[in-house]
C-alpha cells in the first residue's frame, strides 16, 4: 500500500508552503514540460503554475498523482528529503527558553540544508530531552499515585525521623541512666534494621521499572506486559482448533500471579468470543470495504460496537490494517484494559481526563459517542475517538446492571475532519492525558494541579 502522507488540511504552514517548489524542482530534474506533468496529474497546466509558485495547496489525491507521475515517494514532494528532522526541530522550537529569542521556523528548511550536522544534533537532544520528559512525568505519576511506593516512602520517613529523635535526645543529654541509654541504643538499632529493611524493599521494587512503562505492580498490568509481547494479538485463537483458554495462560512469565492468570484468562476467553462473532478473513475484506468505521463493521458482521472496538484492537500487526488505542473502565472509571497509541499515553494509575469521550459514554449508556481529540503537548496531536457505554453484566431483578465503557483511539485520517459526517463532525475537543500531567493551565475539568506548565 502506499505510504500514508500528511494532510494539506494539516500541514505545518512552513512545510505546506514549499511542496509546489519541491515538484517543480523535481519536474525540472526530469527535464518535463508543465504541460506534460499537468496531463499526468489530471491538472491545467496554469493550475500546475500555480501550484509550483506555492500559490495552491495540494490536496492528497493530486500529491500522489504528482509524486507517480515524478517517480518519487509522496512524502518526498510534501516533506522535502530532509523531513524527518523537521518534526524534532519544530517540537524544540515550541519549548522557548525564557530570555532567549524565538527560532525562525520559516527557515528551517534552510537551517537543515545548510547545517545538516547541527540539525541531526538538535533533533537527536530533543529526542532525548522528550524520552527524559515522559521518564519524569511517569515518575511523578507513580509517586503520586502508587500506593506501595507512598507506603513505603512513608516509612522510609518515619523510620529516619524517629532515629533523629533519638540521636538528638542522646547528643542533647550530657547525664543519662545506663538503664535509658540502652534503651534508645536499642531502638537506634531496631530503627536503623527497620530503614535498612525498607529502603531494600523500594530498590528492589524500583529496578523492576521498564523504559517503556514504569514497571509492573499489579495484575493488569502483568497482563498487558503478555499481551504487548504478543503484539496485542493472539494468534492462536484464529485457528480452526485453538488451544483452551486454560492452556493459552499456563506457564506464562509475565503472568507471575494467580491474579494475572485469572484476568488473562478471562481477557483470552472474551476475545475468543469475539473472534467467533468477527473472523479475522471477513474482517480483513470489511475492513478493505468501509475503513475502520466501528458502526459499519457492527452492522456487517451483526455484533455490538464493543465487540467491533475489542477486534480491532487485537488486530494483527500488518500493513492496511488499523493498529488503533483502546481503553477499557469499569463505573468507577477505573481502567480494566488499556492498549496505548502512539502520542496518546494512558495514565497507569488513576483516572484519565475527564473530558474524554470514555468517561461521556460511561453516563450515556448505549448511546455511541464520537469526537476528535486533540491531545496537550508542544506539538498538539489529533485523534479520532469512538467511545460506548454498556452492562457489562445484565441487570437482575435484585441486583443493578455493573457497567463499563469501551473507547476505542485512531489517528485522525489523513484527508482530516473533511472526512467527518455528522453533527460536531468539524469540532475539536481539546484533552490530556491526565491532571497531573496536563499543561492546559486553564481547562475548567482540572481537578489538580499539574507539574507542567503551559507551553
Known amino acids: 500500500m502506499p505510504r500514508k502522507i500528511r494532510s494539506p488540511a494539516t500541514e505545518t504552514p512552513g512545510r505546506a508552503a514549499l511542496t509546489g517548489t519541491r515538484i517543480r524542482e523535481r519536474r525540472t530534474a526530469l527535464g518535463l514540460k508543465q504541460a506534460d506533468l499537468a496531463r499526468a496529474a489530471g491538472v491545467s497546466p496554469a493550475y500546475l503554475n500555480l501550484i509550483e509558485h506555492n500559490r495552491r495547496r495540494v490536496t492528497e489525491a493530486l500529491l500522489e498523482g ?18 524527518a528532522l523537521f518534526d524534532g526541530l519544530r517540537e524544540a522550537a515550541a519549548a522557548p527558553v525564557p530570555g532567549a529569542a524565538g527560532p525562525e521556523l520559516d527557515r528551517i528548511e534552510e537551517f537543515v540544508g545548510r ?18 520528559e515522559r521518564l519524569v512525568e511517569g515518575f511523578s505519576e507513580r509517586m503520586a499515585q502508587d500506593p506501595f511506593l507512598a507506603t513505603t516512602l512513608h516509612e522510609v520517613l518515619s523510620a529516619v525521623t524517629s532515629l533523629r529523635s533519638t540521636a538528638a535526645i ?3 543529654t550530657e547525664e543519662m541512666e545506663p538503664e535509658w541509654r540502652s534503651r534508645f541504643h536499642r531502638t537506634i538499632h531496631e530503627e536503623s534494621l527497620r530503614l535498612s529493611s525498607t529502603a531494600e524493599a523500594l530498590v528492589g521494587y524500583l529496578d523492576t521499572l521498564d523504559e517503556a512503562e514504569t514497571g509492573l ?31 493459552m495462560v499456563a506457564g506464562v512469565a ?7 492468570r485469572s484476568l488473562a484468562l478471562a481477557h483470552v476467553m472474551r476475545a475468543r468470543a469475539d473472534a467467533q462473532a468477527i473472523p479475522l478473513e471477513p474482517l480483513r475484506r470489511a ?6 468505521d466501528p458502526a459499519a463493521l457492527a452492522q456487517r458482521f451483526g ?3 464493543a465487540q467491533v472496538f475489542r477486534r480491532l484492537a487485537a488486530l494483527p500487526p500488518e500493513p492496511g490494517l488499523p493498529q488503533p488505542g483502546l481503553v477499557i473502565c469499569d463505573a468507577a472509571g477505573a481502567f480494566t484494559f488499556r492498549r496505548p497509541l502512539p502520542g496518546f499515553a494512558l495514565p497507569r494509575f488513576g483516572a484519565g481526563c475527564p473530558l474524554w469521550p470514555l468517561y461521556e459514554a460511561l453516563s450515556r449508556p448505549m448511546q455511541p459517542v464520537r469526537a ?12 479520532l475517538t469512538y467511545a460506548v457505554g454498556q452492562p457489562a453484566v445484565a441487570a437482575g431483578f435484585e441486583t443493578p446492571a455493573v457497567m463499563e465503557a469501551l473507547m476505542l483511539i485512531l489517528p485522525l485520517p489523513a484527508e482530516g475532519l473533511a472526512s467527518l459526517r455528522g453533527p460536531g463532525a468539524a469540532e475539536t475537543r481539546p484533552v490530556g492525558s491526565a491532571c497531573r500531567i496536563c499543561p492546559r493551565g486553564t481547562c475548567g475539568a482540572r481537578r489538580e494541579p499539574s507539574i507542567l506548565t503551559e507551553g
Open 66 to 83: 504528482f509524486a507517480q507521475a515524478l517517480m518519487v515517494d509522496p512524502r518526498a514532494l510534501s516533506e522535502g528529503a530532509e523531513g
Open 115 to 132: 547545517f545538516p550536522g547541527w540539525a541531526t544534533l538538535l533533533d537527536a537532544r530533543q529526542a532525548r530531552v522528550a524520552a527524559l
Open 170 to 172: 542522646l547528643v542533647e
Open 217 to 247: 505492580s499489579s495484575p493488569q498490568e502483568e497482563v498487558g506486559a503478555w499481551l504487548a509481547r504478543q503484539e496485542w494479538h493472539l494468534a492462536a485463537l484464529e485457528r480452526g482448533h485453538a488451544p483452551s483458554p486454560e492452556a
Open 254 to 260: 509475565e503472568l507471575a500471579s494467580s491474579a494475572a
Open 287 to 292: 475492513l478493505a470495504e468501509l475503513g475502520p
Open 303 to 305: 455484533a455490538s460496537l
Open 372 to 383: 476528535v481529540v486533540e491531545i496537550a503537548g508542544r506539538l498538539p496531536q489529533r485523534f
